[in-house]
T-cell receptor, first 111, second 113 residues
Framework: DQQVKQNSPSLSVQEGRISILNCDYT??????FLWYKKYPAEGPTFLISISSIKDKNEDGRFTVFLNKSAKHLSLHIVPSQPGDSAVYFC??????????FGSGTKLNVKP | DTGVSQDPRHKITKRGQNVTFRCDPI?????LYWYRQTLGQGPEFLTY????????KSRLLSDRFSAERPKGSFSTLEIQRTEQGDSAMYLC???????????FGPGTRLTVL
């Protein structure tokens, strides 16, 4: 049973516009959430995280929003750049020991 | 470069053979994780170590899988009697306790013929 779901396998946006990547989770015990970015032939790299005590965390062009009641989080990238083209994974943890990953969303930013 | 390294990057083997992968974490990290990733899926947790102690194993980790971290530094993941269903990318990550950002290696891609 997949506890973290990314229902959009792919997303295409124009350079300079906003990219919104979504993630849903089922386990109400999750209290820490992360986003990773993955380029081909490389391991995932950490992008941004959020604790359940917050509903928003911002780092430069990247903002993560958390809606606990809906068990939903989203990653906003503004403005999108061609170098942002990658696969994005969301991940969640209840105990800071074990992390559950979604299946990923492939973002394509068109010049 | 002091990132996480994995060896080999690719492994092709025949069904029934044993394979062993190595992971060298970032030197000051005391936690080490193994994940498996199949096509179109995200990384699936297999097991993790804190120093040399293996603290948790996933139900996905059958008896054919064993992992060690003998001196709390590098780790090995062995798969015995490989099956075609074992074909996947095996990822290693490391972190420091209390710091939830995991640093991933490039992975070892296993193909079982």
């Amino acid at each position: 049973d997949q506890q973290v779901k990314q229902n959009s396998p792919s997303l295409s946006v124009q350079e300079g516009r906003i990219s919104i990547l979504n993630c849903d989770y089922t386990n109400s015990m999750f209290d820490y959430f992360l986003w990773y970015k993955k380029y081909p032939a490389e391991g995932p790299t950490f992008l941004i995280s959020i604790s359940s005590i917050k509903d928003k965390n911002e780092d430069g062009r990247f903002t993560v929003f958390l809606n606990k009641s809906a068990k939903h989080l989203s990653l906003h990238i503004v403005p999108s750049q061609p170098g942002d083209s990658a696969v994005y994974f969301c991940a969640a943890s209840a105990d800071f020991n074990k992390f559950y990953f979604g299946s990923g969303t492939k973002l394509n930013v068109k010049p | 470069d002091t990132g996480v390294s994995q060896d080999p990057r690719h492994k092709i083997t025949k069904r029934g053979q044993n394979v062993t992968f190595r992971c060298d974490p970032i030197s000051e990290h005391n936690r080490l994780y193994w994940y498996r990733q199949t096509l179109g899926q995200g990384p699936e947790f297999l097991t993790y170590f804190q120093n040399e102690a293996q603290l948790e194993k996933s139900r996905l980790l059958s008896d054919r899988f064993s992992a060690e971290r003998p001196k709390g530094s590098f780790s090995t993941l062995e798969i015995q009697r490989t099956e075609q269903g074992d074909s996947a990318m095996y990822l290693c990550a490391s972190s420091w306790t209390g710091d939830n950002e995991q640093f991933f290696g490039p992975g070892t891609r296993l193909t079982v013929l």
